[in-house]
């Protein structure tokens, strides 16, 4: 076991090694020691992705694109406090989220004119996606 992983609190380790097998311990509890990389979503409310791709590589961020979404990026260089000081950042053309909190709006889909309810609504990452996929047309209910 890394010695990162001996810096979580000893009882979420105990927790862990009654939930996951033994002879996979060290590699699941290892992942929470891994370094994640920044990923945000362009929000396609105030900005269109191929514009703020071009200006993000323009001031030296190198962007992967995903696959799944096309509206996200992975930050492959550059760090996330150069991001936040972006022109892109501050108007809030992008937003800093984790891809694996992105996947629920789109697994939802939800279309302009339809209601949605969102009750996990903290800080409100997949509230505003929710809203983009909607193009801000019907009723969106955050809690």
């Known amino acids: 076991m ?16 009654k939930i996951v097998p033994s ?3 060290d590699s699941v509890a290892n992942t929470f020691s891994d370094s994640k990389p920044t990923t945000f979503r362009v929000n ?14 323009r001031e030296g961020f190198r962007l992967e694109s995903i696959s799944w979404y096309l509206d996200a990026f992975i930050l492959r260089e550059g ?3 150069e991001l936040e000081k972006t022109e ?5 053309e992008i937003y800093v989220q984790n891809l694996s909190s992105m996947i629920p709006p789109l697994v939802l889909d939800p ?8 009750l996990t609504a903290a800080p409100g990452s997949k509230t505003s ?12 209910i955050a809690n």
């Open 111 to 118: 279309k302009p004119g339809e209601t949605a309810l969102d």
């Open 23 to 25: 002879q996979k311990f």
């Open 88 to 92: 892109s950042y501050k108007k809030g």
């Open 79 to 81: 760090r996330l406090k």
């Open 2 to 17: 890394r010695s990162s992983v001996r810096v979580l609190p000893e009882l979420f380790l105990e927790r862990l090694k």
């Open 129 to 140: 996606q929710i809203a983009a996929l909607m193009n801000q047309q019907g009723e969106l």
């Open 44 to 57: 396609s409310l105030k900005a269109e992705r191929n514009l703020v791709k071009e200006e993000l590589t």
